[in-house]
């Protein structure tokens, strides 16, 4: 069965940092792009980086590039998205999510909130 | 640049029948798209991808009464015989060079 099961959400302040995990298990991970996707309360799907199979590439959302760096470690079928200098506008579920020959599957989401 | 333009909300009766529109940015008419169903205070759930000749492919479980169509830049769901806990947001989202786009999504409830 696919799954991926994010971790790591919470509580933080403005200015610090928090680095989210996502298992996947159920597919051949090292094989497939991964996605972190967000949504603010209240609103919509928000996409926010993608890193390709091997590593290799890497792409950002305006508003977090040069603060968010998503990583992958293919031994562990793990991604990450380390997120630092979060604003409060940072605050958000935080969903991973992959396409698999043409099936999305979608993680069940992370609770980020940036709070002092 | 690549936009997708979706009503902000959509209502129909039990039973009844609707089509949510998902309408692609000039100069993309071509584009494959995924629709999403979002239930109130869940993650996102996978309905199908839907090609510009109209082309679906659902996603596990996703019952029959959902389908997909599509005429010229625009991309359509299609909920028949509506249920209760058919009312949710539903999102589309397509992709460029591997960077993805969401529509804002479209509320739908079930009067």
């Known amino acids: 069965q696919v799954q991926l099961v994010e971790s790591g959400g919470g509580v933080v302040q403005p200015g610090r940092s928090l680095r989210l995990s996502c298992a996947a298990s159920?597919?051949?991970?090292?094989?497939?792009?991964m996605h972190w996707v967000r949504q603010a309360p209240g609103t919509g799907l928000e996409w926010v980086a993608v890193i390709w199979y091997d590593g290799t590439n890497k792409y950002y959302v305006d508003s977090v590039k040069g603060r968010f760096t998503i990583s992958r470690d293919n031994s562990k079928n793990t991604l990450y998205l380390q997120m630092n200098s979060l604003r409060a506008e940072d605050t958000a579920v935080y969903f991973c999510a992959t396409d698999i020959s043409g099936t999305y599957v979608w993680g069940q989401g992370a609770l980020v909130t940036v709070s002092s | 640049q690549l936009v997708l333009t979706q009503s902000p909300s959509a209502s129909a009766s039990l039973g009844a029948s609707v089509k949510l529109t998902c309408a692609l940015s000039?100069?993309?008419?071509?584009?494959?798209i995924v629709w999403h169903q979002q239930q109130p205070d869940k993650g996102p759930r996978f309905l199908m991808n839907?090609?510009?000749?109209?082309?679906?492919s659902k996603g596990d479980g996703i019952p029959d009464r959902f389908s997909g169509s599509s005429s010229g830049a625009e991309r359509y769901l299609i909920i028949s015989s509506l249920q209760s806990e058919d009312e949710a947001d539903y999102y589309c989202q397509t992709w460029v060079n591997d960077i993805q786009v969401f529509g804002e999504g479209t509320k739908l409830t079930v009067l």
């Open positions: 000039s100069g993309h008419s071509t584009y494959a």
């Open positions: 159920g597919f051949t991970f090292s094989s497939y792009a």
């Open positions: 839907l090609n510009s000749d109209g082309s679906h």
